[in-house]
């Protein structure tokens, strides 16, 4: 009879081997580790970026126009479509008409999107921004646009991906004499 307390050491050899087959199988059984994905392009072409760049500008004009600047609430679907430079301008421009009592009537269009460069998922393009149909408004009712301020202007566009439906923000607005906007 074998005693509790002490057993043969053939069985204490068997229960060890027993052991380390048991780890061992359990360990082929871990989970492996996720696969790190690789990042890809966001877009297969140039063509496909400057189109979801141009599509941005457009959704991003579309909320502008849909602002009321009594109503601050209205502008956070204008700030969906910036980041950086082109965020904080809005978000201060934005609070400084509101705070003046600013009222806008008409809307803003663009009628020539001209694509530059499309570089490390960078979009750069030139933009004839039409704004003869705004007018704002002083809290008085007085005219709050300049004289001499043109109907339309040139401006250079940078857009940087984001998490938006068109997979880009609009990130810096700059005027630029590189496009002739008649």
């Not at 500008?57 to 909320?63: E, H, I, N, S, V």
């Not at 857009?159 to 496009?179: G, R, Y």
Request: hydrophobic share 40%; net charge negative; with cysteine.
């Amino acid at each position: 009879m074998i005693s509790p307390t002490r057993l043969p050491a053939t069985s204490r050899r068997f229960g060890a081997l027993t052991m380390t087959a048991v780890v061992v199988m359990l360990a082929g059984c871990a989970p492996t580790p996720a696969p790190t994905p690789t990042p890809t392009a966001a877009f297969a072409s140039e063509e496909e970026a400057f189109a979801a760049a141009e599509e941005t500008f457009r959704q991003y004009t579309a909320a502008t126009n849909g602002t009321d600047l009594t109503d601050p609430n209205s502008f956070a679907p204008v700030f969906d479509w910036l980041l950086g430079d082109a965020l904080s301008a809005a978000r201060e421009n934005y609070s400084q008409f509101h705070a003046a009592g600013i009222t806008r009537r008409g809307s803003s269009t663009f009628d020539t999107f001209t694509p530059i460069k499309y570089s490390e998922a960078v979009v750069t393009a030139h933009v004839c921004l039409d704004i003869a149909e705004v007018e704002l408004f002083n809290a008085d009712g007085t005219s709050a646009v300049p004289p001499d301020r043109p109907s339309r202007q040139a401006i250079e566009v940078l857009f940087t991906p984001a998490k938006t439906d068109t997979k880009f923000a609009i990130s810096s607005t700059t005027p630029t004499e590189s496009l002739q906007c008649a």
